[in-house]
């Protein structure tokens, strides 16, 4: 399995920007569809946005035109950068890297308040 470390996380203002990092330990990044989730207190995880080894791209609805997700091959890393955020996208946020097996991130936290 690919050890997976994000970063980034923090507390936020409503209509802020934040931008989180996800790490992976693996020569062989590019060939692992990754994403993000996000788990907020007493809800199920959820899929934010995800994007695959060619870099096609999907968002949930509650992030689209708000959130993008990007991949940096030579770098092994993965980002999100989310612009508008708003006090419901206060959650622990997860890095998800499939190929063969599914691996996850310890998560970092997001809150959004003022």
């Known amino acids: 399995q690919v050890q997976l470390v994000e970063s980034g996380g923090g507390l936020v203002q409503p209509g802020g920007s934040l931008r989180l990092s996800c790490a992976a330990s693996?020569?062989?990044?590019?060939?692992?569809?990754m994403g993000w989730y996000r788990q907020a207190p007493g809800k199920q995880r959820e899929l934010v946005a995800a994007?695959?080894?060619?870099?096609?791209?999907n968002y949930s609805d509650s992030v689209k035109g708000r959130f993008t997700i990007s991949r940096d091959n030579a770098k092994n890393t993965m980002y999100l950068q989310m612009n508008s955020l708003k006090p419901e996208d206060t959650a622990v946020y997860y890095c998800?890297?499939?190929?063969?097996?599914?691996?996850w991130g310890q998560g970092t936290q997001v809150t959004v308040s003022s």
């Open positions: 693996t020569r062989i990044f590019r060939l692992y569809n």
């Open positions: 994007i695959t080894t060619t870099g096609n791209t």
């Open positions: 998800n890297a499939r190929r063969i097996r599914t691996s």
